[in-house]
């Protein structure tokens, strides 16, 4: 009777974390930040990097890794795929950033762009449809500290961009 309930116990265990194997989160962390010194947007979004390397590899067919050795092919990509997908429109005027670089962290992709010339924002407008070539589940966390005001939502393939007034 004792083992009965142990391999029991055992199956439920194993069955209960089996969930968490099955099930993948698709988000990612944007965030923007106005330093009014510099007249600058300074923006750090972080992807995971499989997420990132399947999108790249699928939307451009070319061998795309995070490797030391294919770094300058990489940024390439990185930066085509970001302007792509990534649109921000300040005082309603598109506005091209400049892809500074990226940094690899425990899995994650940490990509540094910026914005330069800024004087003010008044409005402020993003779209982000980075992964949802592949994910239709991806979200996107973004953070914004502009004008000394802190703002954050989520945006998904369904809602893709926000609108920021701060006039």
Same mark, same amino acid.
């Given at each position: 009777m004792k083992l009965f309930k142990i391999i029991i116990s055992l199956f439920i265990?194993?069955?209960l974390s089996s969930f968490g194997v099955l099930h993948k989160y698709y988000v990612s962390n944007?965030?923007?930040?106005y330093v009014k010194e510099k007249k600058s947007v300074q923006i750090?979004?972080?992807?995971?990097?499989?997420?990132f390397e399947n999108v @790249?590899?699928?939307?451009?067919?070319?061998?795309v890794t995070f490797d030391d050795a294919h770094v300058k092919t990489t940024d390439v990509y990185v930066e085509?795929?970001?302007?792509?997908?990534?649109?921000?429109?300040?005082?309603?005027?598109p506005q091209p950033f400049i892809f500074i670089g990226k940094a690899l962290d425990m899995g994650v992709a940490?990509?540094?762009l910026e914005i330069e010339d800024v004087n003010e924002i008044n409005t402020f407008k993003i779209t982000?449809?980075? @992964?949802?070539? @592949?994910?239709?589940?991806?979200?996107?966390?973004? !953070? @914004?500290?502009?004008?000394?005001?802190? !703002?954050?939502f989520v945006l998904t393939k369904q809602n893709d961009n926000a609108v920021l007034n701060f006039n």
């Open positions: 265990i194993l069955s944007t965030q923007i930040d750090i979004t972080r992807l995971f990097i499989d997420d @790249l590899k699928e939307r451009y067919g070319a061998h085509r795929y970001l302007g792509e997908k990534l649109k921000i429109h300040i005082n309603g005027k940490k990509c540094y982000n449809q980075t @992964l949802f070539d @592949l994910f239709t589940e991806q979200q996107h966390i973004i !953070k @914004l500290d502009i004008n000394s005001k802190q !703002k954050s």
